[in-house]
């Protein structure tokens, strides 16, 4: 589904087209057809010789009439810019091509209209002036086709070159977020009560749905929902949708109120925005008061320059709007700034942040930050900043993706919730999505969906090459898997955890294995293991030597069965235990106790007493003084 919009003159033939494509008259008032001038909006569809249906929103051409025009080109898709014939360019063509490029309006149409009026020279003539009028703007290789409303001159063609402009227009029917409708009309319809229209963005609406009325605050259920005349039971994004409302009155809701799902939008007198003037129109000041358009909506502003004290026209520049009223808007809108009077159009640009700070001016961290919203999404941004695939500290990530802390966690929180985005908490333990998405204080790591999945692989394919070469060991040391990894203490602390989460590996104070790990001895070293257990406790004061290989010798010592004291000397644990709580008490019993005394006492020899007493004194149980040990 797409919206088309008209654009162009007084008088160019703007509705009378609309008519001849559609057969629905768009002037809805007796006004407008007895002066035979558009006055508002009016609204039409077609179906394209492909089969596509799409809207139209017919403008009023008239320069009083310029607010009602822009309240029905915000929400549009292609523009048909009507430029009659025998008149070529005029003022309001000049000041709608303005909108259309400021709003971004890159597909669509230039139509030559009441070609039937003007013979072929002269039409060429004027085709080659709008082509070069168009130079430089969004519409520049927009097609120009000479039409005829009266006689159907270039009417089929019109329909084919507009189907091919759609083949190449990004349609809105796909988006999956939360729906949100700028209201151009609300009234009332016998036996059903209040209806809103407007052009449905972001996301699908249904039949009994609750909303709101942002700004104001007004809870209403979805009881309709039609378009082109047509019930359904669902609205998709991009169409023109009229939506039956239960529970609220039609003069409660005006033009540029905004319907969404409750809590989705909220209203701001702030605005954060991409400034640029329109060539040929007058310089725009610190503070000048200009009226502001956004959607549907209309409200008078104050503009904060924010890094000039005046924009020239075809400058641009970065502002913060201070509006008089509140109005409800989204990130990425388009805007339209006009000078109430005289009546002109001077600029507009795009919406980068609705809910900022108040700024003070010509600070150079505020205007990087705006500059990094201009070139994408929050969310895009700090996605784009975690690139590298590695994991990244909170404030080193907020600095490399150039927006505040307040929208970078705003758009954390939106990547956590579509899993685009793994955090990590600062103290190793993995953050539940809900948390990182509330949690008033800074997030520890972070690393994306995709980087998490490489890291992960990595981690996970060097254990088991680790398990491989050493079967019996408990795990890769810590340091050696940092040195792999490449990643400093605090981001294996992070990744460490969510593995754990993840069951993917299994930690202890020196080393990390698989979840699912578990050393397991051959045949063969499961017996030489018995005999040596077996000599170890024939003679426990003076076990046999550690022969095996070192790897198995290894795999006893981390399992408990054997307690190491020298590299060739070990003992059962229950020995081990035995003889360090005789030193000790010896020594609290007699002050001291010597390599002779324990050999005596255990009927050892001098190996085993000094090999034991010499582990005791690493271990800071014991220390030497002379010949003999005291505690530590």
Known sequence: MYVIGTAGHVDHGKSTLVKTLTGIDPDRWEEERRREMTIDLGFAWLVLPSGRSVSIVDVPGHERFVKNMLAGVGGIDAALLVVAADESIMPQTEEHLAILDLLGVEHGLVVLSKADLVDAEWLELVSEEVAERLAGTSLAQAPRLAVSARTGQGIAEMLAALDTQLDRTPSR?????????????????????????????????????????????????????????????????????????????????????????????????????????????????????????????????????????????????????????????????RYILRQPSPSQTLGGGRVLDTEPARHRRFRPDVVAALGALARGRPSDLLLRALDDGQPHAWAALVKASGLTEALAFEALGELVGEASVLVLAEQGEARSQADAAVSPGPPGLLISAKGWAALSEKLATGL????????????????????????????????????????????????????????????????????LIAAFRAAPYSPPALDLEPELAGWLAEQGHVVRVAPEIAFLPETYAEMVNWVRESIRARGSVTVAQFRDHFGSSRKYALALLEHLDERKVTRRAGEARVLY
């Open 173 to 333: 029917a796909g988006a999956h977020g939360a729906p949100r409708m700028s209201i151009d009309r609300s009234f009332t319809i016998g036996g059903f009560g209040t209806v809103v229209t407007g052009t449905l963005l972001d996301g699908p609406l249904a039949i009994g749905d609750e909303v709101e009325i942002v700004p104001k605050g007004l809870r209403a259920r979805v009881r309709g929902l039609q378009t082109h005349q047509r019930k359904a039971e669902r609205a998709r994004p991009g169409a023109r949708v009229a939506v039956n409302l239960a529970g609220v009155s039609h003069h409660e809701i005006g033009r540029g109120d905004m319907l969404a799902l409750p809590g989705q939008v909220r209203a701001t007198n702030l605005l954060d925005v991409q400034l640029r003037v329109v060539a040929g129109a007058r310089p725009i000041a610190h503070n000048d008061r200009l009226d502001l358009f956004v959607g549907a909506a209309e409200a008078p502003c104050r503009v904060a320059l924010l890094d000039a004290d005046e924009l020239a026209p075809g400058g641009t520049g970065w502002a913060q709007l201070r509006l008089e009223r509140p109005i409800a808007t989204s990130r990425g809108d």
């Open 464 to 531: 088991r090459g680790y398990h491989r070469r050493y079967p019996l060991r408990a795990g890769m040391p810590r340091e050696e898997l940092r040195s792999r990894l490449k990643l400093g203490g605090d981001a294996l602390e992070g990744v460490l955890a969510a593995a754990v989460a993840r069951r993917l590996a299994a930690v202890n104070e020196a080393s990390v294995r698989l979840h699912e790990y578990v050393p397991a001895l051959a045949p063969e070293q499961e017996r030489a293991v018995t005999r």
